[in-house]
């Protein structure tokens, strides 16, 4: 009586599992090669659908901002320390930094605001993008995960944007004021780039005969956003903590210049610091990645995270919009790179030290949320 060939793990995966006697494959479960092309078609295709709808949504805000630049002006942002507590507050509300830089950008398109508001705003953008890794904590150790590991990584997010971005806009603001660039006003419609008038202009030709009221067409903007971020986000590769690249994360990416690198790198595909922060929950909560190694990367996804918002600020502002975006980007990276290579041990360990303090109790990071929430609405009342 004759044996069975033993079947190996790679046969397994290859689908090749043969029987001895016969010699006759059995069918592979893998993909084929033609249904992984549709896929890949289908990604594509989803991912140009979405950044069509990023661009749309840029032409609708800037028109409905336009038609209320007086009144927004007036009403929401009536000083500098407003706009920045204003594009604060609307990161919290729409859990993403992205979408308000870029309605920064379509208000100074529209001269709803000026330069300085327009670079103070999309400093709030960031400096509250990071909230919905707070959330994701906070969701993650309702599943039974440790109260401190899970929201620990949204505490140091917060603490450690604030800690470079706020040295940051000090550097920012002083290259703009001695109009380091050139001149700081909006461009016109002849500076954007011609194929998103071909192909936009009828669309918002047949908007206007419409007659819609701006407040809709800024809502539909919004709406279309977000549209646009959650199709690029459907068609981006799951990261979890059972992904290859991760497993060895702590051993071989131990050191801080090349945790900055892999921040950098995720958020420059993932284009959102949201997403790219938020996959450190699950891995800190987890043991993949230890606190001190989350610093550095969370400083190279601060970078990165500007490259959506740039080709924004090219597209409705033109090159004006475009260098104030620059010179954040510029600036955050100048701090970052100061503090890695020049006192790095320190900012960490007080970033940590403080981290600790806030999660050692539910009072005191009652308190943490407290203040975070009444800091940009108190920059809203300055005049």
């Not at 209320?68 to 320390?81: D, G, H």
Request: proline content about 4%.
């Amino acid at each position: 009586m004759s044996q069975e060939t033993p079947v190996t793990p790679k046969a397994e995966r290859l689908g090749i599992v043969q029987q001895a006697q016969s010699g006759i494959s059995l069918p592979s479960s893998a993909p084929t090669w033609y249904s992984l092309v549709l896929k890949g078609l289908l990604k594509a295709l989803m991912a140009l659908a979405g950044l069509f709808f990023f661009i749309l949504a840029l032409q609708f805000l800037r028109e409905g901002a336009g038609l209320y630049s007086s009144q927004i002006q007036t009403m929401l942002i009536t000083s500098n320390t407003s706009a920045l507590g204003f594009g604060w507050l609307l990161a919290y509300t729409f859990l993403s930094g992205s979408p308000v830089a870029a309605i920064a950008v379509t208000l100074f398109a529209s001269h709803s605001i000026n330069s300085m508001q327009t670079l103070l705003m999309i400093t709030g953008s960031r400096l509250g993008a990071s909230f919905v890794v707070l959330g994701i904590g906070f969701i993650y150790s309702l599943r039974g995960h440790e109260r401190g590991k899970s929201v620990s990584i949204g505490i140091l997010s917060l603490l450690t944007t604030a800690a470079i971005y706020l040295p940051a806009l000090a550097v920012g603001l002083g290259m703009m004021q001695t109009n380091l660039l050139g001149v700081w006003q909006p461009g016109d419609i002849a500076e954007v780039p011609s194929f998103i008038k071909i192909i936009y202009g009828p669309i918002m030709d047949r908007l206007d005969m419409l007659q819609m009221p701006g407040w809709l067409i800024f809502i539909v903007g919004v709406g279309t956003m977000l549209m646009a971020f959650k199709l690029l986000d459907s068609v981006l590769p799951e990261m979890t903590s059972d992904t290859g690249a991760f497993a060895n994360l702590q051993r071989y990416l131990a050191h801080p210049l090349a945790m900055f690198a892999l921040g950098a790198l995720v958020t420059s595909i993932t284009m959102s610091v949201s997403v790219s922060l938020s996959i450190l929950v699950p891995l800190h909560a987890k043991g993949f990645v230890r606190r001190e190694h989350a610093v550095p990367y969370i400083m190279g996804a601060n970078i990165t995270t500007f490259i959506d918002t740039l080709i924004a600020a090219l597209s409705v502002g033109g090159p004006a919009a475009f260098m104030i975006v620059l010179i954040e980007m510029v600036s955050v990276t100048l701090v970052s790179l100061v503090v890695l290579l020049t006192c790095y041990g320190p900012f960490k360990n007080g970033i940590l030290w403080l981290q600790e303090k806030i999660a050692a109790s539910k009072l005191s990071l009652a308190a943490f949320v407290g203040v975070i929430m009444v800091i940009p609405l108190g920059l809203m009342f300055i005049r």
